[in-house]
């Protein structure tokens, strides 16, 4: 047996099918060897049952026909039927498209409205702390009780919007913004930026407070107008902030659930159905849930691929954040 | 390449006015290098010129074009700054090539200038790497290519090598004075290290709390500083200043060591008159170790406080009228504390202030 530099016994491999006071006197003697994996066990253990079964679970049901009003379906394996039929699928695509385009639209009017309102807020002198926490209110609610009180505003017949659009003499009646398909999809994005855009205007908040000042004035000196300080100087440094945000809202959008279910609970038929109420639909109310587990796993990967592309944006911009001062 | 004027030039924060109303006249292609200790409002001044600061009265002219109104783009300065402000997300070729660009440039020319410039600085082999990636004094060379790439009216350099260590100091004071005999532009330079100053500048603005002490050549500052300020802050070891009063031709210390009034300084003083002497330590040294007898000289008697070798020299603090004087030792032996020497003083090298203003009592 040789004692490493570390401290660790290294040695032949022990004969298995120890048992009774061998075991024992095997652990006795293994301690220093044994003493990592004692240590790491809470968290292996941990992983295991909140990551690892529940994903080998869904796995394995979305290989078989399960249905959770006879659970004895879970136990037939069919291979990859689930899959190939969600390939022909039309509706799943239309809804696949349908999300990242409600992905695409949502982040990028969140990160515009933001970068106006950090930019703003940041000019303030006084009031900026308050206005700060003001900012920060719509994150306050859950994202049920905002669709509950965007469905009562978009509401054609009753709805805040419409009467004021009405008493304001802007339209002469009634504009079905939860039925008409287009008009619906606009609603649930309108609710969702509310809800939303301030993750993006206090990040980028933070951005430019840690913006050093020294690169601006350079910029200054060196020809900029205040549009290409702005373009060329700010923007660039707080890319990797809008990249943060970025990649915690694209997680959050992807999974977009209850906002969606309340205001239109995916129609008017289907065209604002999204990957996670179809998923819940066909899940929970045709209880199809090997089905709905296969398109889980395919949204997932959707959600990676977002994420990945964002974090890989961040790791690329953040190499250039030490050389600011 | 331009001469730049100030003119009654003066900077307010709200109430709090920081620079009074000053005057200064650049001339073409000269060095200026505005010097003073921290808050004396030398960094304003120069971000007055460049823009970077609003002037609250008087005027600012570059070339023969008054400024006052026109943001920093339209001036046609450089500027090198004391963090080198380089833009973390672009890489030397275009950090340097980023004014050019913006200006409009052709691809071609950007290249070649850039080309031109790293070569000056030395700094082609860095082309592709980002701030991130460089020391500090390669960031200063960076910076510094920046400013010259644009050929501009003026070059402004606000600290540049507060943030090296001394060694590379030393060795960017150097190229930049190498770099003025390359690039010959107008250059307007802040520092609070008189080294700096004196070493670099074709004239030395001393500036304290708003207002300009004095503006001359190096030498000029150095051998008649108008009052005590300057002569204090110029030169090191700095001046040693013992107050004194006149008395019969002599100057009498509060301890009665007596040395007659230089001869040069007589037609100044009148008896009774209340004044500071300003001895330089170079110019009080024991006898046989610097000062020769041939000029106007007094001797002393001073007790050795502390020695500190620097290898050439030797200096010595000990005590003159109750106050810590430093003299200096040249081809030195070893002393030690508690010994007595005899030292001599230069006499035509005195200066004497007045007392109550501490003005130069050649100036008033």
């Not at chain 1, 350079?218 to 923007?235: E, Y």
């Not at chain 2, 330590?281 to 610097?290: E, I, K, L, N, S």
Request: overall charge neutral; proline content about 5%.
């Amino acid at each position: 047996m040789i004692e490493t530099a570390r401290g660790r016994a290294v040695g032949p491999a022990p004969p298995l099918r120890r048992r009774g006071p061998d075991l024992i006197r095997y652990i006795r003697t293994h301690q220093t060897r044994l003493t990592p994996v004692l240590l790491l066990a809470p968290a292996i253990l941990t992983m295991l049952f909140v990551v690892a079964m529940p994903l080998a679970f869904s796995l394995w049901t979305s290989l078989t026909p399960y249905r959770l009003t006879r659970p004895e379906t879970i136990e037939t394996f069919i291979g990859l039927r689930n899959y190939i039929r969600l390939f022909q699928d039309e509706d799943f695509w239309a809804a696949f498209g349908r999300t990242i385009l409600f992905l695409a639209i949502a982040l990028n009017v969140e990160f515009l409205l933001g970068l106006c309102i950090a930019l703003l807020i940041n000019k303030i002198t006084w009031g900026q702390r308050m206005l700060r926490t003001i900012m920060m209110f719509p994150m306050m609610f859950s994202p049920i009780l905002v669709g509950f009180q965007f469905k009562f505003i978009f509401n054609d017949n009753i709805g805040i919007l419409n009467n004021a659009l009405q008493s304001l003499g802007i339209t002469d009646q009634a504009i079905a913004w939860l039925v008409d398909g287009r008009l619906a999809m606009f609603s649930i994005i309108f609710a969702e930026v509310w809800m939303s855009t301030s993750v993006f205007a206090i990040l980028l908040l933070a951005g430019l407070f840690a913006m050093p000042r020294d690169p601006i004035e350079a910029a200054r000196v060196d020809g900029c107008n205040p549009w290409q300080v702005f373009r060329h100087i700010t923007l660039p440094f707080l890319m990797p902030f809008a990249f943060i945000a970025m990649t915690i809202r694209s997680l959050d959008v992807a999974r977009a659930y209850d906002i969606v279910a309340v205001m239109t609970d995916g129609g008017p038929a289907g065209r604002t159905e999204l990957l996670w109420t179809m998923i819940a639909r066909t899940g929970y109310e045709n209880a199809r849930m090997g089905q709905a587990n296969a398109m889980a796993y395919i949204s997932t990967i959707l959600s990676i691929a977002f994420t990945y592309y964002f974090f890989t944006k961040l790791v690329a911009a953040r190499r250039y954040m030490g050389g600011a001062e | 390449m331009s001469s730049i004027s100030l003119k009654k030039v003066a900077k307010s924060y709200g109430r709090l006015e920081v620079v009074h109303g000053i005057d200064l006249d650049i001339a073409h292609n000269e060095f200026v290098v505005l010097v003073g200790p921290s808050g004396c409002g030398k960094s304003t001044t120069l971000r007055m010129i460049a823009g970077l600061e609003e002037i609250t009265e008087g005027e600012i002219h570059i070339g023969d074009r008054l400024v006052n109104d026109l943001p920093p783009r339209k001036r046609n300065i450089s500027m090198v700054f004391q963090n080198y402000a380089l833009y973390p997300h672009m890489n030397v070729r275009d950090n340097l090539g980023f004014g050019l660009k913006i200006a409009g440039q052709p691809q071609e020319v950007v290249d070649e200038r850039v080309r031109e410039a790293a070569a000056i600085l030395g700094i082609s082999e860095l082309m592709d790497r980002i701030p991130a990636e460089l020391s500090g004094g390669q960031r200063q060379r960076v910076a510094m290519g920046r400013a010259i790439i644009r050929d501009p009216e003026a070059f402004l350099f606000d600290e540049p090598l507060s943030n090296l260590d001394a060694k590379l100091r030393v060795q960017m004071r150097t190229e930049i004075k190498k770099l003025h005999h390359k690039v010959k532009t107008t250059v307007v330079y802040v520092t609070h290290d008189q080294v700096e100053a004196m070493t670099l500048a074709d004239r030395i603005v001393i500036m304290k709390d708003g207002h300009i002490e004095q503006v001359g050549t190096p030498m000029e500052v150095f051998n008649h500083p108008v009052n005590t300020f300057v002569a204090s802050f110029i030169g090191s070891p700095p001046m040693n200043l013992v107050p004194a009063t006149v008395a019969g031709g002599q100057i009498v210390l509060s301890d009665e060591t007596r040395m007659p009034v230089p001869r040069r300084l007589a037609s100044y003083t009148h008896d009774g008159m209340a004044v500071i002497v300003g001895i330089r330590p170079d110019d009080m040294t024991p006898v046989g170790h610097g000062i020769h007898d041939s000029g106007e000289t007094a001797n002393l008697s001073l007790t050795v406080e502390l020695a500190e070798l620097l290898g050439t020299e030797t200096l010595i603090y000990t005590r003159l009228a109750g106050q810590e004087v430093q003299g200096k030792m040249f081809d030195p032996r070893d002393v030690h504390e508690g010994e007595r020497l005899p030292f001599r003083v230069a006499l035509d090298k005195l200066h004497l202030f007045d007392a109550a203003s501490g003005r130069s009592v050649r100036a008033t």
